[in-house]
């Protein structure tokens, strides 16, 4: 069911949620929509499942030519792999990491040229790896480095008038209910530990993602998958993040031997 939470509202910013929108076997996602008076950013759009759902879902907020940025945290196709569409139907930027910037084209035949005939690289705004401010209106979003916690080239992003850390993979959880915040974040350990284990390079980045987080106000931190963390959820979640064990830390020989099993049976 497609849903829509508001995360934060004062008036004239607010930042909304957008969840429920993948129908069939695809990998659930949320979709996040920040706007700041006339202004307008969308993080994470997603691919060709959320598309069009999430188009009439903005509608009610903001026409597509008062979009003003694309927000990619990474490449993966639940993160922008519709990016063609947006920029043939909106003057939107695209901020994502330089890593990954030099890869867009191959995402769609728009990228041949945008909609006002022009190069796409000249929508693109290239993220560099410390990071950076975006601007918005009279604000700045702030993009925040999370490299090698899912991608090697990775950003969350800060909003600093709301206070929400846009966290993408980093506490993704897969659970039905996904609009309030977590119940309990012992209960929902389970929800996550797996994803973080695999996905998250390892301890060292982890610990040290944590320790630069922590030097941000931060009242909820949102990601991509599942529900959010509010308040002291916070710090519980960084306290148990920098104590895990993932990625290459659970490796050994036994992960590299050569296969003797087909494929598809």
Not at 7 to 22: K, M, N, P
Not at 139 to 150: E, G, Q, R, S, T
Request: hydrophobic share 40%; aromatic share 8%.
């Amino acid at each position: 069911m497609n849903q829509e939470v508001i995360l934060f509202d004062d008036g004239h910013h607010r930042c909304i949620s957008f969840t429920g929108l993948v129908q069939g076997e695809g990998i659930q996602s949320n979709q996040f929509l920040i706007l700041h008076g006339e202004h307008a950013a969308v993080i994470d759009p997603g691919g060709e499942l959320t598309y069009v759902p999430l188009t009439m879902a903005l509608g009610r907020y903001v026409k597509p030519e008062n979009l003003d940025l694309i927000l990619a945290s990474h490449q993966d196709p639940d993160i922008i792999s519709a990016l063609g569409n947006w920029v043939k139907r909106t003057p939107a930027k695209v901020a994502i990491s330089r890593l990954w910037s030099r890869f867009v084209p191959h995402l769609s035949s728009a990228f041949a040229q945008s909609r006002e005939g022009s190069n796409i690289f000249d929508r693109v705004l290239p993220i560099e790896d410390a990071g950076g401010l975006i601007p918005l209106g009279d604000m700045h979003i702030h993009a925040i480095p999370a490299h090698f916690l899912h991608s090697v080239g990775n950003f969350q992003f800060y909003d600093p008038v709301s206070k929400i850390l846009f966290s993408g993979d980093m506490g993704a959880s897969v659970v039905e209910d996904v609009n309030g915040p977590v119940p309990d974040f012992k209960a929902h350990i389970p929800h996550m530990e797996g994803f973080h284990r695999r996905y998250m390079a390892s301890n060292k980045v982890c610990r040290l993602w944590a320790d630069m987080v922590r030097g941000l106000d931060i009242d909820k931190m949102v990601p991509q998958h599942g529900p959010c963390f509010t308040g002291e959820q916070v710090g519980q979640f960084l306290d148990w993040i920098s104590q895990l064990e993932c990625g290459v830390d659970l490796m050994d020989a036994s992960h590299y031997s050569l296969p003797e099993q087909p494929i598809g049976g």
